[in-house]
């Protein structure tokens, strides 16, 4: 099992950046493919990123390519999304998590095991 606590999510002008951060704890964390998914208010959590174990693979939504990245350090047991070029419609909660299966990578918050609570993104016009 593990723990996973978000941060660096604020309040910031359309066109700026921000970079949330993911800690984990409990169980090693190199063994977990990691993802970052977020959900506006009244809709769905919607996938935006994912990273495989040893972070040589990424994976990113239509809608983020280009503007985000995700990266990890195994070392530090976290895992990063780096945000630029905001805009506004990437306002939402901002959730990491966790799939601990050996399989594809998964775009749908389904495929994960494990989430932490959350960091609010607000990107003003």
């Given amino acids: 099992q593990v723990q996973l606590v978000e941060s660096g999510g604020g ?16 169980r090693t964390f190199s063994s977990y493919t990691m993802g970052w998914f977020r959900q506006a ?4 959590r919607e996938f ?4 495989t174990r040893s972070g040589g693979i990424t994976y990113y939504a239509d809608s983020v390519k280009g503007r985000f990245t995700i990266s990890r ?8 999304l780096q945000m630029n070029s ?3 419609e990437d306002t939402a909660v901002y959730y ?3 799939d601990e299966k050996i399989s594809v990578v998964g775009r749908t918050p389904r495929a994960y095991d ?7 993104v607000t990107v003003s016009s």
Avoid: F, M
């Fill in 114 to 120: 494990y989430w932490g609570q959350g960091t609010q």
């Fill in 11 to 26: 309040l910031v002008q359309a066109g700026g950046s921000l970079r949330l951060s993911c800690a984990a704890s409990g």
């Fill in 41 to 44: 208010p009244g809709k769905e």
């Fill in 73 to 80: 350090d195994n070392a530090k047991n976290t895992v990063y």
């Fill in 86 to 88: 905001l805009k506004p």
């Fill in 48 to 51: 935006a990123a994912a990273i």
């Fill in 96 to 98: 990491c998590a966790a």
